[in-house]
């Protein structure tokens, strides 16, 4: 079955930088796109970033654009967002999630993994 686990959250100062790994499985990887997507405390989803299948466009919300970076591994079968500069806006649990299909953007994932908390404090 598809799986999704999410790894490399943690506490970082504002300015610091964290990389998150999604690690997926049950599926043929290379064929489909992932998003990053995150939710903070009384907030609701939001996608972050989203890389497609084949040429791994890579997409962004303007709130991150220039900061994070998302890239993928099809040998490894694992997404990563590289995220610097960061802001105490970007606390959130992060969560990575796939549709099975090879675009971004549209309807929200169908999978989802279990989440990574990041939090940016001082």
């Known amino acids: 079955q598809v799986q999704l686990v999410e790894s490399g959250g943690d506490l970082v100062q504002p300015g610091g930088s964290l990389r998150l790994s999604c690690a997926a499985s049950g599926f043929t990887f290379d064929y489909y796109s992932i998003g990053w997507f995150r939710q903070a405390p009384g907030k609701e989803r939001e996608e972050v970033s989203c890389i497609s299948s084949g040429e791994a466009r890579a997409y962004y919300a303007d709130s991150v654009k220039g900061r994070f970076t998302i890239s993928r591994d099809n040998g490894n079968n694992i997404v990563y967002l590289q995220m610097n500069s960061l802001k105490a806006e970007d606390t959130a649990m992060y969560y990575c999630?796939?549709?099975?299909?090879?675009?971004?953007?549209?309807?929200?994932?169908?999978?989802w993994g279990q989440g990574t908390q990041v939090t940016v404090s001082s």
């Open positions: 999630g796939t549709k099975l299909v090879g675009y971004c953007g549209g309807s929200p994932p169908t999978y």
